[in-house]
């Protein structure tokens, strides 16, 4: 069975950066496309950015284009979010999710999240 487990989240000023992690355990990570999503207080969930199973390609919203990064380690199953330039809409529950084989959007497995807060 798929488990995800987010870490790494915490407090922050606005303009700093944070590195959110997510270990992997129960598949063939390497085999996967993973994403993060996350979710702001009160708000709805919002796909962040996707990376494929090679780390050959990655995708962002709008949103944090230009400033958040997504990486993997497939010999340690680990999915990385590095977070630059940080304000404080992007406070939110953060959630690393696999895609499902072959339906990219499509995410069939989450951990239970880390908090990210954005304050001064």
């Known amino acids: 069975q798929a488990q995800l487990a987010e870490s790494g989240g915490g407090l922050v000023q606005p303009g700093g950066s944070l590195r959110v992690s997510c270990t992997a355990s129960?598949?063939?990570?390497?085999?996967?496309?993973m994403n993060w999503v996350r979710q702001a207080p009160g708000k709805g969930l919002e796909w962040v950015s996707v990376i494929n199973s090679i780390s050959s390609d990655t995708y962002y919203s709008d949103s944090v284009k230009g400033r958040f990064t997504i990486s993997r380690d497939n010999a340690k199953n680990m999915l990385y979010l590095e977070m630059n330039s940080l304000t404080p809409e992007d406070t939110a529950l953060y959630y690393c999710?696999?895609?499902?084989?072959?339906?990219?959007?499509?995410?069939?497995?989450w951990g239970q999240g880390t908090q990210v807060t954005v304050s001064s």
């Open positions: 999710a696999r895609s499902r084989l072959g339906r990219m959007y499509e995410l069939d497995s």
């Open positions: 129960g598949f063939t990570f390497s085999g996967y496309y």
